[in-house]
């Protein structure tokens, strides 16, 4: 089993900044570099959408066109944790952020490809 726990979320003014963070833990997760990393999110009465994703060794990215420029996403293997810096925020970002871990070392963008989730973490832009 692996947890997913994410933080950073909060209320911020549109053209801020937030910073969130996955941490990752189980007992029978093996080796932190051995998944590839994403980030969704859900707005209310919308599917959970993909947002960015990161390679085992973080040497490849990827990212909606909606975030792309904006958003940064990053992982530090000796930390098990994966980040998502996000600036420039608008009122459309606001949604529930999920941590999402897949088994694999390459990047992927749709809900299905991961197997383990995070409960999610609440980003709300104001306008």
């Known amino acids: 089993q692996v947890q997913l726990v994410e933080s950073g979320g909060g209320l911020v003014q549109a053209g801020g900044s937030l910073r969130l963070a996955c941490a990752a833990s189980?007992?029978?997760?093996?080796?932190?570099?051995?998944?590839?990393m994403g980030w969704f999110r859900q707005a209310p009465g919308k599917e959970r959408e993909f947002v960015a994703a990161?390679?085992?060794?973080?040497?490849?990215?990827y990212y909606a066109d909606s975030v792309k420029g904006r958003f940064t996403i990053s992982r530090d293997n000796t930390k098990n944790t994966v980040y998502v810096q996000m600036n420039s925020l608008k009122p459309e970002d606001t949604a529930v952020y999920y941590c999402?871990?897949?088994?694999?070392?390459?990047?992927?963008?749709?809900?299905?490809?991961?197997?383990?989730w995070g409960q999610g973490t609440q980003v709300t832009v104001s306008s």
């Open positions: 999402a871990a897949k088994r694999a070392t390459g990047g992927a963008t749709r809900t299905s490809d991961y197997d383990y």
């Open positions: 189980g007992r029978t997760f093996s080796t932190f570099s051995t998944y590839a």
């Open positions: 990161i390679i085992w060794s973080g040497a490849r990215t």
